[in-house]
């Protein structure tokens, strides 16, 4: 079946600007989980969604947010970009909420480069 | 917070098995551990999963001691395509509300030598 993608896969913004990202959980999947990937930070949580509600998150601006759809697909947004935004962000989907046995299995990621 | 404290680095030869210890002091009753391989410019990919004692797949085994504060990913054989990251996770109880956040470490980069 198919794997967990993530659109765009590249994206290139302007400092100010806002940007959303995609997410397609693996069919069947209800949880979904975003991250963010710095070289110096690693990676670091966002927050999850479950059955459409955002169970836990991590500790970021309220800039950054998400939802998820009645179809288990997800959305985060970022706005007023800033440089130090420039990161890998995952997307990652489980059959239940994170932790409880449910491996996770991610996408390729989006490349959000912020100039 | 459920912290893991693993190795930055790691050397090995081709053919070799290589153990990657993880420290998880705090883990809590409900947590599972989880390892994950990732190469770079793509996603974490999973790799195995324990509660305790130990697990083995096709790929590696996990052996986690009765107290449960540490585990090892034990990778038989390796070859240069396991050339990656290696993070340990140890799962937050989802029945423990949103009080529970879940932290990835650096993870340990493994050089596989020929």
């Known amino acids: 079946k198919a794997g967990v993608t993530q659109t765009p896969r590249y994206l290139i913004k302007t400092r100010g600007q806002q940007v959303t990202l995609s997410c397609s959980p693996i069919s069947g999947h209800r949880s979904v989980s975003w991250y963010q990937q710095t070289p110096g930070q690693g990676l670091q949580f966002l927050f999850e969604?479950?059955?459409?509600?955002?169970?836990n998150k991590g500790n970021f601006p309220g800039r950054f947010s998400g939802r998820q759809f009645s179809n288990s697909r997800s959305e985060m947004n970022v706005s007023t970009l800033e440089l130090g935004d420039s990161a890998l962000y995952l997307c990652?989907?489980?059959?239940?909420?994170?932790?409880?046995?449910?491996?996770?299995?991610f996408g390729p990621g989006t490349r959000l480069t912020v100039t | 917070l459920a912290k893991t404290t693993q190795p930055i680095s790691m050397d090995s030869y081709e053919g070799q098995e290589v153990n990657i210890t993880c420290s998880h002091n705090?883990?809590?009753?409900?947590?599972?551990i989880t390892w994950y391989q990732q190469f770079p410019s793509q996603g974490p990919r999973f790799i195995i999963q324990g509660y305790k004692t130990k697990v083995t797949n096709e790929v590696a085994s996990l052996f986690i001691p009765a107290d449960r504060k540490s585990s090892t990913l034990s990778l038989p054989r390796v070859s240069l395509s396991d050339t990656a990251v290696y993070y340990c996770l140890v799962g937050d109880d989802p029945y423990a509300g949103n009080n529970r956040k879940l932290i990835w470490g650096l993870g340990t980069s493994l050089a596989v030598n020929p």
């Open positions: 705090n883990i809590a009753t409900n947590d599972y």
């Open positions: 969604y479950f059955s459409e509600t955002q169970r």
């Open positions: 990652a989907s489980s059959r239940g909420p994170r932790g409880g046995g449910y491996e996770q299995y």
